[in-house]
C-alpha cells in the first residue's frame, strides 16, 4: 500500500496533505518561501508518524516529469533530487492544471456546477483557469495533454480591445491579462487606480461600475478564448475553475455573460458551441486530488 505526502505548489500558495492506510487526510494550506520549500517537505515528512514513500508534486510550470521550472516562483523542482534528499522510493511530478485534469476521476458530480447545458458527442475536454497564472489543459482522447497556452503572445493586442486599452508593453502574454494580477493590471491601466483583485471582484459584485466593467470584460476575454480552444480542438465539454471564477460565480452564471459564447465565435461554428458542456469546478483542492489520482496510476 502506497503512503504520500501530496503537495499542491501555486504561485501564492502551497497546499498539501498526506496519504496513508489509503487514507487522504490532513489537507491544509500555507505560504512558504522559494528557499523553505524543500525544508518545509522535511518538515512534514518527519512530522507524520507513517512512513513515507512517495511523494507527489503538482506545480506550476512545464513539466517534463523529470524537473519542473516554476513560472510563477524562482524555483526548480527536481524529482531525483528530492527523491534522495528526502530519502524516498520516488518522486512524481505534474504540471498542476494537468492535476485538476486528473481530479476528475477522484470528483463527484457535486464538484461541478453546470452553467451551460450542451449535448457533447464526443468527452474531448478543456479544462481553464485564471489564477496568479493562467492553467490550461485538454483530454482528448482520454489523454490528458498539459499546456504552457497561458505563456503564448500572439491573442493580447486584440483582447485589449475589450477593455478600450491600447497595445501595452505591460500585457505581452496572455496570462498577463486573464490572471488575478491581470485584472489589477488592467484596472490600473484603464482607471488609474491599484486595487487588488480581490477588491475589484467584491466591488464588481456590489455592483459598482468601474469593476463591474473590469470583471465583465475579463470573462469576455475568457470566452473568447475559450471558444478558440473549443474550436481548434473539437472540444464539447469545458471546465472552468480556480478560486478567481469561483468568487465571481454570480457574474459567470449570468445570462449576459452565457450570451458571450455564441456571440465571440465565427456564427458558422455557433452549433458547435451550442453542443458544447461548460462546467465550474468549486472544489477547493482540485490539485490535490489530482495528485491522489495520479499516485494510484502508480
Known sequence: MKSALLIDLGGTNVRRAFFTKNTLSNISKEKISDDDFIPFLQRLIDEQKSEIDYLVIAAAGPNNHVSINLTNRNLLIEANELTSKLGLKKCLLLNDWEAVAHSLKELTKKSLLKIKNGTPSNENTLLIGPGTGLGVTLI?????????????????????????????????????????????????????????????????LAGNNDEFFIVDNFLKTLISITNDLVLAFSCEKVVFGGSILNSIKPIL???????????????????????????????????IFGCLAFLKTK
Request: charged letters at 25%; hydrophobic letters at 30%; proline letters at 6%.
Open 253 to 287: 452564471t449570468s445570462e449576459k455573460t452565457l450570451n458571450y459564447f455564441p456571440s465571440e465565435i465565427n456564427p458558422k461554428y455557433s452549433s458547435l458551441i451550442g453542443k458544447t458542456q461548460v462546467d465550474l469546478l468549486t472544489e477547493d483542492e482540485p490539485g
Open 140 to 204: 482528448i482522447n482520454n489523454q490528458i495533454i498539459p499546456t504552457e497556452f497561458g505563456n503564448t503572445l500572439s491573442p493580447t493586442k486584440n483582447m485589449l480591445e475589450n477593455f478600450g486599452l491600447e497595445k501595452n508593453e505591460e500585457f505581452l502574454s496572455l496570462e498577463s491579462i486573464l490572471s488575478g494580477p491581470g485584472m489589477e493590471k488592467l484596472y490600473k491601466e484603464k482607471f488609474g487606480k491599484k486595487l487588488s483583485s480581490e477588491r475589484i471582484i467584491s466591488c464588481a
